[in-house]
């Protein structure tokens, strides 16, 4: 009966402590070595071993321990995604984060996502990643034409890639949407469907697709002869006061009959602020917005949508950054992504 009672609690102290080589080695009656092996796939150990200990660590929920192969190898194999959490609302977050995952299983990375809020200082999570040595790799977002965290990581070596371009000298690793060609077909779009009068929900003006947008917008508006009706609030305006501000727009004698959002979230608040003055999208007035994810099209079916592929971006910035950990030149490691329309889709 002690006996009994002894080998009861080895068991529930295993399955309380957090699973290392030690304890699969225990379960299984093989050496530590043999299972450190077995786990790296090494040609000597026989196929039927390896299952053994793979279906034992399987069930134990083990994970190699990152501090140990810190110390032996000098990395963390983590890839550190600093992420804003600013109105996520449309699956942004949740798709880069799948898009990433998608390529780092049957790797040796794993993902770690350090959130931010665009209203606090940026350079706060990446000197904290550089400081601690926390990363192997970083992937960021929302890139100003001169970001100076692309400026520090390149300083410190760091392999990284980003989500957005930068226009200031730098090369480096980045996945981009075509803003420009999202802004000069939104336009044609809606001149096609006779109207004139149209306004732009932009980027805030740091961010680098700020002018992407607007040089799309504007060459739109002289090639299909239409006008901006100028709307004083931006993608990072919080969404009460975007609908507040569309509302007051569609009251004026001059309000646009066509309006273009550069973000699904805020294209939710525009047409709260259209219906608000009792007009209706798709009747009083068409709107282009850009998505993540195919919700505004249930929302209001109205809406004409493109398609931002955000899990795609996620998968680009994943191989990119451990391209870029392998020593893969970054001006080989640059992509831009079209934005897909209802009609490309077949």
Known sequence: MENKGNSGGAAA???RERPTLKTIAFMTG????TVSRALKDAPDIGAETKER???VARQLGYQPNRAGVRLR????????????????IMGFSSQMVFGISEVLTGTPYHIVVTPHSHSKDPMLPVRYILDTGSADGVIISRIEPDDPRVRLLAEQNMPFATHGRTDAGLVHPYHDFDNESFAHEAVKRLVERGRRRIALLQPASKLTYYAHTRIGFQTGLHDYGAEEIPLRVNTDTPLEEVKTAVEAMMRMPNAPDGIVCSAGSAAIAVNAGIEATSKRVGYDIDMVSKQSAPILNWIRPEIITANEDVRHAGRELAKAVIARIDGIEPELLQSISKPVWPDDRG
Do not use: F, P, W, Y
């Not at 983590?78 to 109105?87: G, H, K, N, R, T």
């Open 30 to 33: 093989l050496g530590i070595t």
């Open 73 to 88: 190898t000098g990395k963390t194999n983590v890839i550190a995604l600093v992420l804003s959490i600013d109105e996520e």
């Open 13 to 15: 102290a295993i399955q």
């Open 53 to 55: 200990v793979r279906m």
